[in-house]
T-cell receptor
Framework: AQSVTQLDSHVSVSEGTPVLLRCNYS??????LFWYVQHPNKGLQLLLK??????LVKGINGFEAEFKKSETSFHLTKPSAHMSDAAEYFC??????????????????FGKGTHLIIQP | GAGVSQSPSNKVTEKGKDVELRCDPI?????LYWYRQSLGQGLEFLIY????????KSGLPSDRFSAERTGGSVSTLTIQRTQQEDSAVYLC?????????????FGPGTRLTVT
């Protein structure tokens, strides 16, 4: 079974300062990991994904995340926060099912989310 | 191209009534997923389709919930005899279903309110 722990339910930073959203995971299989963002009253948008290629993954809007197997972590960072970054962020692990060689993971496990607040 | 669409966007129903929620995945995506997002429960996986078959129904909370997918495309989530605890946003996602391509693309959701 897989699980995801987002270590902070809320993070508040000033505009222009770095952002760090922490995520730890556990998985019985080689994990695929994702970060999704959800703006108020909007759908979930994929920020970035890790699927066993490069351990440092770059996503949209200047975000990036580093996969560290030894620490079972996949923290999300951004060098300089913007007001438009205020949203809910979800760390997600996908179980790569051995049952279906055609691909298509059988479900995502979401963390409980981190609410990012940007102070002017 | 067009993303995942869901209808209706909002649904208010009385306790005990049945509801049907619809999902149109991205064209060509063979994998389709239903999730439920509610306050205090976060986002939970309900069911997964690969083509028209549902290899994983483990997340369906009770036998009042069912889903089907026809033609490898549109999916319908049905909730029978709705209860107040069914109130939530129901999200649909689709994925190419190809090895190495596990990211999912989400629709805007259907907000269900059971009164």
């Amino acid at each position: 079974a897989q699980s995801v722990t987002q270590l902070d339910s809320h993070v508040s930073v000033s505009e222009g300062t770095p952002v760090l959203l922490r995520c730890n995971y556990s998985s019985s299989y080689s994990p695929s990991l994702f970060w999704y963002v959800q703006h108020p009253n909007k759908g979930l948008q994929l920020l970035l994904k890790y699927t066993s290629a490069a351990t440092l993954v770059k996503g949209i809007n200047g975000f990036e995340a580093e996969f560290k197997k030894s620490e079972t972590s996949f923290h999300l960072t951004k060098p300089s926060a913007h007001m438009s970054d205020a949203a809910e962020y979800f760390c997600v692990v996908s179980k790569v099912s051995p049952k279906y060689s055609g691909g298509g993971a059988d479900g995502l496990t979401f963390g409980k989310g981190t609410h990012l607040i940007i102070q002017p | 191209g067009a993303g995942v669409s869901q209808s209706p966007s909002n649904k208010v129903t009385e306790k005990g009534k049945d509801v049907e929620l619809r999902c149109d995945p991205i064209s060509g995506h063979t994998a389709l997923y239903w999730y439920r997002q509610s306050l205090g429960q976060g986002l939970e996986f309900l069911i997964y389709f690969q083509g028209n078959s549902a290899p994983d129904k483990s997340g369906l909370p009770s036998d009042r919930f069912s889903a089907e997918r026809t033609g490898g495309s549109v999916s319908t989530l049905t909730i029978q005899r709705t209860q107040q605890e069914d109130s939530a946003v129901y999200l649909c996602a689709s994925s190419p279903g190809l090895a190495g391509s596990y990211e999912q693309y989400f629709g805007p959701g259907t907000r269900l309110t059971v009164t």
